[in-house]
């Protein structure tokens, strides 16, 4: 609202102390997306260094002490652990059922379906037609592949790599 961007506005206040813990959103957008795509929902690591050196210098240049904080997994929130994978469970024999994955194939147990995917859920979408479902499988953005959150944990390992290395410099 005119007055600057937050870096500026931090800046214009002189701080002597200051907790910065960012980083989240960077990586936020893959898992609540269900889509891993470099530079659009998932920051490249050298643009993310880059910015991080940026506000520590502009931060400290002004006096602030920091508190750094690391990123937490983005995959251990609600919005993508609430759904499980298992709709269906046969009594007498404890077959787990799964849903139906984007490629037609139900997902894996390492797999997430995410929030989204409850209302699909609740149609019928994603669940097999032996089930009372449609069959049809759940669309990629209702689905958080473990190899997905596997790349998206990986990078936030790579920004905890880099909030860590400059806060000991």
Do not use: C, H, K
């Not at 893959?30 to 880059?50: K, Q």
């Not at 997430?112 to 979408?125: D, M, N, W, Y």
Request: net charge negative; hydrophobic share 45%.
């Amino acid at each position: 609202r005119g007055l600057g961007t937050q870096l500026q506005q931090a800046q214009s206040l002189a701080p002597t102390f200051v907790t910065l813990w960012i980083g989240n959103n960077d990586a936020l957008a893959a898992a609540t997306s269900g889509l891993v795509i470099e530079g659009v929902t998932l920051t490249p690591l050298a643009a993310f260094e880059a910015d991080y050196r940026t506000i520590v210098a502009n931060l400290t240049g002004v006096g602030a002490q920091l508190a750094m904080a690391t990123i937490p997994p983005v995959t251990a929130i609600p919005f993508v652990t609430a759904v499980s994978p298992v709709i269906f469970v046969d009594p007498a024999s404890g077959t787990q059922f799964f849903a139906i994955g984007p490629d037609g194939a139900p997902v894996g147990p390492d797999d997430f379906l995410l929030l989204t995917a409850a209302e699909l859920l609740a149609q019928g979408i994603g669940v097999p037609v032996s089930l009372g479902g449609t069959g049809e499988p759940l669309p990629d953005t209702a689905v958080l592949s473990a190899e997905e959150a596997s790349q998206i944990q990986n990078r936030v390992n790579g920004y905890n790599d880099v909030i860590r290395t400059v806060a000991a410099e």
